[in-house]
């Protein structure tokens, strides 16, 4: 896909991040939108910085689509149609993910699932809804986006990160198995699949919203003790606790968290910008896989290179961690 002007994009998570970028970026372009998320206020804000900079008359839309939800999805891609007035779309990136449920052994189920829903059945339900509007299309592709994490189930030595890294494999897989699929039965539609490393974005924060995102003031002494169990399990809220003790550990807690995301943001080697301009000329390329970052690149060469090691303490997973914490 050589130019994007006149073409129809989908994009979702386009609140912020890459997401948002993707939007900004293609719509410079004169390429119309839409994007999605389950955001409001900030989705609204997307759709305002993409038409500012956008040739005049480029249609952009936002909604609200939590993309772990198939109905939420259909009602979507049936707005995509009404707002758009098309019988298809040229480009659906699969852009929406969050983190969460690391520990398959001590995490909650809900906050596992909940993270496994986003980010593979997100993908899924999403590629259902609107493959057939890609088939419609002259020229078309779906891009979805996976991780390094598809390729490396690790954050490093002690740190597990299985309901993410589970599903991006899920998502590459996926992603690889299409190329045969659609060059037989619709081969002018392509997939790309995208494996960021660490980049700039506020997916931490984010994250913690997706799973927690009422304010712990508004919680009932009923709802703190629903989270007593949780908490005494992961070992950071003592026996006995009032519930008023409970409500402050939750706003320390989010206050850490979110901390956290802004570091993890503000350090990253790679802006979301950054990231999307990578994305958008990997399209352009008909590249079906596209490494987002130096560290990526890096990550996938020594995983490819030395398998075996990828998950030994003094193998890849080590030397990469170490190698871009010191930088």
């Not at 690790?154 to 740190?159: R, T």
């Not at 974005?201 to 009923?222: C, K, M, Q, Y």
């Not at 990526?296 to 060469?301: R, T």
Request: charged share 25%; proline share 3%.
């Amino acid at each position: 896909m050589e130019a994007f002007e006149k073409k129809l994009a989908v994009v979702t998570g386009g609140g912020s991040g890459m997401g948002r970028e993707l939007v900004r970026q293609l719509a410079a372009q004169g390429c119309s939108i839409a994007a999605c998320d389950v955001n409001d206020e900030s989705i609204a804000e997307t759709v305002g910085l993409a038409l500012a900079g956008a040739p005049s008359g480029t249609p952009v839309t936002g909604h609200h689509c939590d993309v772990s939800d198939e109905d939420q999805v259909l009602r979507f891609r049936d707005e995509v149609i009404d707002q758009h007035a098309s019988d298809h779309v040229d480009l659906l990136f699969n852009n929406a993910g969050i983190g969460g449920g690391g520990s398959f052994v001590t995490d909650p189920r809900a906050a596992w699932e909940r993270t496994f829903g986003v980010d593979w059945w997100g993908v899924y339900y999403c590629s259902r809804a609107f493959l057939p509007l890609l088939i419609k299309s002259d020229d078309a592709m779906l891009v979805n986006t996976s991780s390094v994490n598809g390729f490396w189930a690790s954050l490093g030595p002690g740190v597990p990160h299985t309901a993410y890294s589970t599903a991006k494999f899920a998502v590459k897989g996926f992603s690889e198995a299409l190329i045969e699929d659609l060059r037989l039965h619709a081969p002018h539609v392509k997939v790309a699949v995208v494996m960021p490393g660490h980049i700039g974005t506020d997916i931490v924060i984010n994250s913690r919203r997706a799973h927690d995102g009422v304010d712990p003031a508004a919680l009932s002494d009923a709802d703190l003790e629903g989270r007593r169990a949780d908490l005494e399990h992961a070992g950071v809220l003592q026996e006995g606790a009032s519930t008023d003790e409970i409500r402050q550990l939750i706003i320390d807690l989010h206050l850490m968290i979110d901390e956290f995301g802004k570091s993890f943001r503000d350090s990253a080697p790679l802006d979301a910008a950054g990231a999307a301009e990578i994305i958008l000329a990997g399209v352009r390329s008909g590249k079906w896989r596209i490494l987002v970052g130096e560290d990526a690149k890096l990550l996938d060469e020594q995983v490819r290179a030395n398998p075996e090691a990828a998950y030994d303490y003094d193998g890849v997973g080590n030397g990469i961690v170490n190698t871009f914490q010191s930088e």
